[in-house]
Nanobody
Framework: QLQLVESGGGLVQPGGSLRLSCAASGFTLDYYAIGWFRQAPGKEREGVSCISSSGGSTDYADSVKGRFTISRDNAKNTVYLQMNSLQVEDTAVYYC???????????WGQGTEVTVSS
């Protein structure tokens, strides 16, 4: 079975932190770029952050820049999203996606829910 599994979501107060994980099962992430996406209630899915296969290049949406950090550990076949200073507006279901450059190989996880509320 080839799949991505997100974990680490939950309920947190404004200003709090969470670390999301995206673990691959059945295949190796070494050659894949990884993107984190989110979909807030009543809104379309949007890109949050991405990281190159080597981990040497990262990018962030303006709304999360300076607060979120993406990283990867290929030895563990896992990508992380550290989320600090969380805001109510960050409430969403977060998804990870693996894309192999110059290839049609693409995988999506089922998502993990993050709720920021007092």
């Amino acid at each position: 079975q080839l799949q991505l599994v997100e974990s680490g979501g939950g309920l947190v107060q404004p200003g709090g932190s969470l670390r999301l994980s995206c673990a691959a099962s059945g295949f190796t992430l070494d050659y894949y770029a990884i993107g984190w996406f989110r979909q807030a209630p009543g809104k379309e899915r949007e890109g949050v952050s991405c990281i190159s296969s080597s981990g040497g290049s990262t990018d962030y949406a303006d709304s999360v820049k300076g607060r979120f950090t993406i990283s990867r550990d290929n030895a563990k076949n896992t990508v992380y999203l550290q989320m600090n200073s969380l805001q109510v507006e960050d409430t969403a279901v977060y998804y990870c996606s693996a894309q192999r450059p110059f290839s049609s190989d693409n995988y999506w996880g089922q998502g993990t829910e993050v709720t920021v509320s007092s």
